[in-house]
Nanobody
């Protein structure tokens, strides 16, 4: 399984972006999917997760970001609204075979990772 994230770019504070992550597998629908991000000089952190029909978000993005998926397209999305400069980071998508588990926000819990896409939010 390979994941490829895209859709990053430069946006002004208050703007929106939608990230996409395409999976090269027919078994995409059996994986829970997550988004993480890594800001310059910081550790990678959990952003959002879609698992078994439920969604989970980091407190820092709750109410602004939305994770969704389209199994017919083998793609997971991250809609980011009301972006802030502190959202600037490289965003990574990841796949977790524990499809129904919801409380999984650690890197080691995800088996497959995409290459990352850079989001820069200017003030």
């Amino acid at each position: 399984v390979q994941l490829q994230a895209f859709g990053g770019g430069l946006v002004q504070a208050g703007g929106s972006l939608r990230l996409s992550c395409a999976a090269s597998t027919r078994t995409f629908s059996t994986y829970a999917m997550g988004w993480f991000r890594q800001a310059p000089g910081k550790e990678r952190e959990f952003v959002a997760r879609w698992s078994g029909g439920s969604t989970t978000y980091a407190d820092s993005v709750k109410g602004r970001f939305t994770i969704s998926r389209d199994n017919a397209k083998n793609t997971v999305y991250l809609q980011m609204n009301s972006l802030k400069p502190e959202d600037t980071a490289v965003y990574y998508c990841a796949a977790d075979s524990y499809y129904f588990a919801t409380l999984r926000d650690r890197e080691y819990q995800y088996e497959i990772w995409g290459q990352g896409t850079l989001v820069t939010v200017s003030s």
